[in-house]
């Protein structure tokens, strides 16, 4: 079976409109759907002609609510418009399950197009989906299609091994939601005809992204049969920054793999997601850097210690976890400053959560003196204690003392993230200008706590630094190979 193809879904107010669309998206589709429930009833009589405007084949749709649509007019004015378009050349007319109408289908064939015939289930996994699927083909000519929101890593599964029993059996088939959207990238892995994509301020259907993401970040087109599947799983983490790095390496390097963001609701079932998709390598984020622990074969020495794991590769059928924060903490610090470092190594880390715990593991390997200060005392000391470092709490206590730990000064909470980008976690502290300052908070690329240092003549250290180190670490441990020119990849902001 060929390659999936690309299709742009159109959905607005006025055929102009999607003529526009079509237009400003020229050269990213192989086909449009035009979504004619979405038209002003003004528009209906210029249907027929639009294939003739469109530069592509064009799918006709008119989809009620309980299918997802916004169609609420009779079903009868459905038919008139489905009548009076025949003739009009479209390519595909798409068909719910439940519709049956041998006039207007033995038209519609007459005409050339072909019959999508579709199930939308917008709730529940439906039963018995590969023979309900195969039982929509009720002509030679007609495409099976099946639209699953996927609530569970759960019903995920179940639409992949869907798509493995029915290999080689032409149909559409996808996943919508955030859980669902790899499914979509993976189109031509999973064997379906077409893959919908949207414009980005447009989303007919949950998890569905555009044209021109799915090729840039996703390499859609290059994907196939054999590609290898990586990803990161967290909740949320469809924002995630970490596709446009490894995806951008998997480019560079001529890798035939994808990295795919994995929404899921707990670490647990990833794992037969993986045996389904053979993924041997994964990113871990918030919320379950702890939580993958327990369901490890091997751990390395840093995430006992740490007590965090953001990475998992599969060896030898055994899952191994490690943390690459750790080391991409480190790797800015030792690039610029810490092999001429003079006189005694201190630090000050702001903050005693989980991102914290990783990096006084690292400073601390590297025999400074830590000072730990933190909003809520309890953690500071309790993370103290762990590592054998001063703790204080956030206040003019607490830049009293950082005066003797501030070699280097470390912000590890999330004050000062998009989008409360004012915000200011120690504003008690009056920089010397003698300071490195490192903020690991990547957005903003700078944050007002790394502005007024700057201010103040400090150097300073970027998240984004980190952000990429710990990224090439992981890349580095999927595929054995470095990732060229990591510096010039675009992360979107
Ligand atoms: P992470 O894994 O990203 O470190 P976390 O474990 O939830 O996330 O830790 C968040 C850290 O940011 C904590 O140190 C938290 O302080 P508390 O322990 O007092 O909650 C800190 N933090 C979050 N919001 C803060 C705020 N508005 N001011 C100061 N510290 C804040």
Redesign the pocket.
């Known amino acids: 079976m060929g390659k999936a193809v690309l299709c742009l879904c159109l959905t607005g107010r006025t055929i102009q409109e999607n003529l526009n669309t079509l237009n400003d998206f020229k050269g990213t589709y192989d086909l449009a759907e035009l979504r004619a429930d979405f038209l002003l009833p003004s528009e209906w009589q210029y249907l027929k002609a639009f294939p003739l405007k469109a530069p592509c084949p064009v799918i006709m749709t008119i989809r009620k609510p309980g299918d997802g649509g916004l169609f609420a007019h009779p079903e009868e004015d459905r038919l008139k418009i489905f009548r009076g378009v025949t003739g009009g050349g479209y390519a595909f007319f798409d068909f719910e399950e439940d519709f049956a109408n041998n006039d207007l289908e033995a038209g519609a064939r007459a005409d050339g197009a072909r019959i999508i015939r579709s199930i939308h289930s917008v709730s529940g996994f439906p039963s018995g989906l590969e023979t309900r699927i195969r039982r929509l083909k009720r002509h030679p000519t007609d495409l099976p299609k099946a639209a699953i929101q996927i609530q569970s890593a759960g019903e995920l599964l179940e639409l992949l091994r869907t798509a493995r029993r029915l290999q080689g059996f032409e149909k559409i088939l996808l996943g919508m939601g955030p859980i669902g959207f790899i499914t979509r990238v993976l189109a031509s892995k999973i064997g379906s005809f077409l893959s919908y994509s949207s414009p980005p301020e447009q989303s007919a259907a949950p998890g569905r992204t555009d044209p021109l993401t799915l090729q840039k970040i996703y390499r859609y087109r290059q994907i196939g049969p054999d590609t290898k599947i990586f990803g990161i799983i967290g909740n949320p983490v469809m924002h995630s920054f970490s596709p446009r790095i490894h995806n951008a390496g998997f480019e560079r390097l001529g890798l035939d793999a994808v990295y795919l963001p994995m929404q899921i609701e707990d670490p647990g079932p990833f794992f037969s997601l993986a045996e389904e998709l053979g993924i041997e390598g994964v990113s871990v984020t918030?919320p379950f850097?702890e939580s993958v622990i327990p369901l490890l074969n091997k751990q390395s020495e840093n995430v006992t210690a740490t007590g965090a794991c953001n990475t998992l590769t599969k060896k030898n059928s055994s899952w191994q976890g490690t943390n690459t924060d750790v080391q991409g903490f480190l790797t800015p610090l030792e690039e610029r400053f810490l092999s001429d470092w003079q006189g005694e190594r201190t630090a000050t880390v702001i903050?005693?959560?989980?991102?914290?715990r990783s990096i006084v593991y690292a400073l601390r390997r590297e025999s400074f003196h830590v000072l730990i200060l933190?909003?809520?005392p309890e953690?500071a000391k309790s993370l103290a204690e762990s590592f054998g470092c001063e703790w204080d709490t956030?206040d003019s206590g607490g830049a009293k003392k950082a005066r003797r730990y501030n070699r280097l000064v470390v912000q590890?909470?999330?004050?000062g993230m998009v989008p409360d980008v004012e915000?200011e976690?120690f504003g008690e502290y009056r920089f010397q200008g003698s300071e490195i300052v490192y903020d690991i908070v990547y957005n903003p690329s700078e944050t007002s706590f790394l502005r007024r240092a700057m201010r103040s003549g400090c150097r300073l250290v970027y998240g984004r630094e980190m952000l990429l180190a710990q990224a090439l670490h992981q890349f580095k441990l999927f595929t054995g190979r470095d990732l060229p020119e990591p510096e010039s990849i675009d992360l979107g902001f």
Do not use: E
Not at 351 to 356: N, P, Q, R
Not at 412 to 415: A, D, L, R
């Open positions: 918030i850097k903050g005693a959560g989980g991102a914290a933190n909003r809520t953690r956030l590890t909470t999330s004050v915000g976690p």
